[in-house]
């Protein structure tokens, strides 16, 4: 497996509803943190991080290549053929809070769904493991749910507050260490 290379904290916008379309699947979303984390990879080596085979991956490649988000990275050597390498346009995607179109939002929110639903992959996967091995320490789940009414200067200050955490979190990524935990924050106008 290709070791993982030095974080990179490029932050790109995403304006296009084309570019949110292309996440809609939890396999896109993983296949993205995983170009982010690896850095310039093959598909091969995406399929040992992902646990997905080659064939499967070249789809979504190409889905996230046509909207910009995977590019080319070069080529090199392997087993006597030329192996072509990808990379991430930028290993952090935003949204962009000006757009509203009807085409934007909905994009958004099926991206957002299939972040939920990859939550769930990793939580069944997590208590299943656990479930499987019975002299194993606890899995550690930590979950939490809050309905709260915050001025927009709360929000803007909440805001703030989770993306330093997201920031120190990736921080203290370890990549020596085996196990991998997954954060996930959610924030939703209810009314």
Do not use: W
């Not at 493991?129 to 019975?134: D, F, L, Y």
């Amino acid at each position: 497996m290709k070791m993982v290379q030095p974080k990179r904290k490029k932050r790109h916008v995403v304006r296009d509803p084309a570019q949110l379309g292309a996440v809609v699947s939890p396999i896109r979303h993983n296949l993205l943190k995983s170009l982010a984390s690896l850095g310039p990879c093959s598909v091969r080596e995406l399929a040992e991080d992902v646990g997905c085979s080659q064939e499967s991956l070249y789809y979504h490649v190409r889905a996230l290549q046509s909207v910009g988000l995977i590019r080319e990275h070069g080529k090199r050597p392997s087993n006597g053929r030329s192996e072509m390498l990808y990379d991430v346009l930028a290993d952090q995607l935003r949204s962009d809070p000006n757009q509203t179109t009807p085409q934007y939002l909905e994009a958004y929110r099926r991206a957002i769904s299939a972040l939920l639903r990859l939550t769930d992959r990793q939580v069944a996967a997590a208590l299943e493991r656990q479930a499987q091995a019975e002299a194993r320490r606890p899995v550690s789940l930590l979950v939490r749910q809050l309905q709260v009414r915050l001025s927009a200067e709360s929000q803007r200050d909440i805001a703030r507050r989770i993306e330093a955490l997201v920031d120190h979190i990736r921080d203290c990524d370890d990549p020596a260490q085996k196990t991998r935990i997954a954060f996930n924050f959610v924030s939703a106008p209810l009314d």
